[in-house]
């Protein structure tokens, strides 16, 4: 518990822990439209916090 306190307090100092993901639509869309979807795959992408999954943009 208080290892996951401390985690926390991480992100609540604003220091966060992105990761990209791929959206799925954008994952359909470049095997579909493959290869040009593969530049909907690269659109469709968001930075979430690791920790808190929060969107960073
Ligand atoms: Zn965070």
Same mark, same amino acid.
């Given at each position: ?15 966060? /822990?992105?990761?990209? +993901?791929?959206?799925? #639509? $954008? !994952? ?15 659109? /469709?992408?968001?930075? +979430?916090?690791?920790? #808190? $999954? !929060?969107?960073?943009?």
């Amino acid at each position: 518990m208080l290892l996951l306190l401390s985690v926390y307090a991480q992100c609540a100092a604003g220091v966060h /822990d992105p990761t990209t +993901k791929f959206g799925i #639509c $954008g !994952i359909i869309t470049a095997v579909v439209c493959f290869p040009i979807g593969l530049i909907c795959l690269f659109v /469709d992408t968001e930075q +979430k916090c690791s920790r #808190c $999954g !929060i969107k960073l943009r």
